[in-house]
């Protein structure tokens, strides 16, 4: 993990120069400290577990900052952050008892060496995955000096000179965030762009209560606008709340939120609730972070001061949507929440996820009397955490769409073997993309082979979609090719399951256009409106062909239905494939050189001498 230095204390206008090191892998244990209350910028340090243990470097008597399991931590300088607490022991006092005979015996130094990329490097497919790296988005250390400005849109670098995103031709002071995607991309926008304002009409306009069972409910705070990352490093995090704001404003500018869609008003998680998905020490070490400036689980994970509290917002408008639907006092919903949970698993935090809001979601519904809920998730990275919490459950059934190259695709995990465990298998159904570049298509045909014929197959009384937009056309870390008028077309598909009870979550997606118009056109159909176009027969890739068979050849062992499916695609497109594969090996062979032109001249004579080579000369 990183450590952080240069920070300004604000009340005694002294830099101080400090480096924290925390290592939170179990294998590692010697002691640790635990439940730190910063006050007046130090820190107070119980030590109650020997479960993790905190590495300090450089520990002489003026280290004020401490980072907790697996948090790389600056203080922070809020007095609203500070709470008085006489207890534990101060990490100064630690300091001088660590400067003495106890300071071999449990200070240790080990810097996870972490390899840097860049959005670019991932747009352009350029970077080489490592298997130790767990970031799916890490920035280089220094900033460029030719850079001037981030593409609102993308978050790209560009040069001053130039007046559109060389990525994605967003104009440099674009009014998506005013209009979302309505706003023109080619020209600036006219006026100050207050996109205060638009937050605040969707503000306003929530309502404790849904008066309508016909009504489509959406849930939004203003508060979850506040998780943001405190230092940027040379390009802005991708997972800002710039992505909130557009969809927002698409939304007002369409007259679809507020207006046709009915708001419902935030509510915090309780640690109860949290606790059914996560296990106690990481809802504490969530909590921990209210009382630091600046964190991080991963080195694309971070947290601030607010972040706890947009945590537990976006997980408690989850449950709330998920109860108001089932129940019956809303006919669906759309929660339009960050940060992101599909990637936080039981007991870690990761991938920019803190909370998992589709897991708090299912078992709201399961509270309510869902006996059966379906979790369908199209985001482009797999949902690892989502997996990871229900791969032993039947009363969950969790299918996922998503870039997985081998391994080779963050976060690794998603393999089509992947079926579930422990009494479980067949309840878990991962679809993994060979490739980037997926669109329509690939995604409709495999709904229509494997996600519904499955999903109907076990009657769910629940349906939620974990919702990331990352796999849309234009997104800088999913690159695919996913249009809104595909997004709409999934959502309709799994709109006739469960009587119409579905709840959408809005998980990862980076590009601002893409995002809001894709958003835009998903709740348009929980309005009730049809998809833009028919995408009825679809023609897959041959990749993509592949890579359902593959999919359908694992689950009919445990889905008997889909045996039917399979020999009908094979015999389709069976004969496709084989001919394909015989031009692509005869091609190799044609481009493989005669044995002989490999052997260098001595090799060859030895051949020629030796009898083992002969050459026939032609009669003329």
């Known amino acids: 993990m990183r450590g952080r230095d240069q920070h300004q204390d604000l009340h005694e206008g002294i830099i101080l120069n400090e480096t924290c090191y925390v290592n939170s892998e179990h294998n590692m244990v010697s002691e640790t400290l635990q439940n730190t209350r910063l006050m007046d910028g130090k820190a107070e340090n119980n030590l109650h577990d020997q479960n993790d243990q905190i590495l300090l470097e450089g520990f002489n008597g003026q280290h004020e900052n401490v980072g907790l399991d697996g948090i790389n931590a600056t203080p922070c300088s809020d007095e609203n952050c500070r709470e008085e607490n006489t207890s534990g022991t101060s990490s100064r006092d630690m300091a001088d008892n660590l400067n003495g005979s106890m300071l071999p015996d449990i200070i240790s130094k080990r810097v996870r060496q972490q390899k840097e990329m860049t959005l670019e490097d991932m747009y352009n497919d350029q970077y080489d995955y490592d298997d130790d790296d767990d970031s799916d988005w890490e920035p280089l250390p220094g900033p460029t000096a030719v850079i001037r400005w981030f593409c609102v849109n993308c978050t790209m670098a560009n040069q001053d000179d130039v007046v559109h995103c060389d990525i994605c031709g967003e104009h440099k002071e674009s009014g998506i965030l005013m209009h979302g995607f309505f706003a023109s991309p080619f020209s600036q926008e006219a006026g100050l762009i207050d996109t205060d304002s638009v937050v605040e009409r969707c503000k306003d306009s929530c309502s404790p209560n849904l008066t309508s069972n016909n009504s489509t409910a959406v849930g939004f705070d203003e508060r979850m606008l506040l998780h ?129 809001n589709a897991a708090v979601a299912a078992l709201a519904s399961q509270v309510s009397g869902a006996k059966r809920v379906l979790i369908v998730d199209w985001d482009v990275h797999h949902g690892n955490g989502t997996q990871e919490i229900f791969e032993q459950n039947k009363s969950v059934l969790y299918i996922s769409l998503h870039r997985h190259e081998g391994g080779n695709f963050y976060p690794g995990t998603g393999a089509s073997h992947e079926v579930g465990s422990m009494g479980a298998e067949g309840y878990c159904v991962n679809i993994p993309w060979s490739r980037g570049g997926v669109g329509d298509n690939d995604y409709i045909f495999a709904f229509q082979h494997v996600v519904l014929p499955i999903a109907s197959e076990f009657a769910p009384d629940f349906t939620i979609i974990s919702a990331g937009f990352d796999a849309a056309r234009g997104d800088p870390l999913g690159c695919c090719d996913v249009t809104p008028a595909g997004f709409a077309k999934m959502t309709d598909m799994l709109n006739v399951l469960s009587g119409g009870k579905l709840l959408v979550i809005l998980e990862g997606g980076y590009n601002l256009r893409s995002i809001s118009s894709s958003a835009t056109a998903v709740i348009k159909v929980l309005l009730g409106e049809t998809p833009g176009c028919e995408l009825d027969n679809c023609l897959p890739s041959k990749a993509g062909l592949r890579t359902v068979l593959e999919v359908l050849k694992i689950q009919m062992n445990f889905w008997p239905t889909l045996a039917s499916t399979l020999t009908k695609l094979e015999s389709e497109w069976g004969s496709c494939l084989v001919e394909n594969r015989k031009k692509h090996t005869k091609k190799r062979r044609r481009a493989v050189a005669p044995k002989p032109w490999k052997w260098g001249r001595k090799t060859l004579l030895y051949q020629l001498l030796s009898g083992h080579l002969r050459y026939k000369s032609k009669r003329i």
């Open 228 to 356: 943001s990352e405190v230092e940027m490093k040379s390009h802005p995090h991708p997972e800002r709340p710039d992505r909130l704001r557009a969809i927002a404003a698409s939304l007002t500018t369409a007259g679809i939120f507020p207006g046709k869609c009915y708001p419902i008003l935030a509510r915090e998680i309780t640690r109860e609730e949290l606790q059914m998905v996560h296990s106690l020490e990481h809802v504490e070490t969530v909590e921990l972070t209210s009382r630091i400036l600046s964190s991080y689980f991963t080195p694309d994970t971070y947290a601030n001061e607010h972040s706890a509290l947009a945590a537990r917002l976006a997980a408690g408008l989850c449950a709330d949507l998920a109860s108001a639907i089932f129940s019956g006092r809303a006919k669906n919903g759309f929660a339009l929440v960050r940060p992101p949970g599909h990637h936080a698993g039981v007991s870690q935090a990761m991938g920019f996820c803190l909370h998992n």
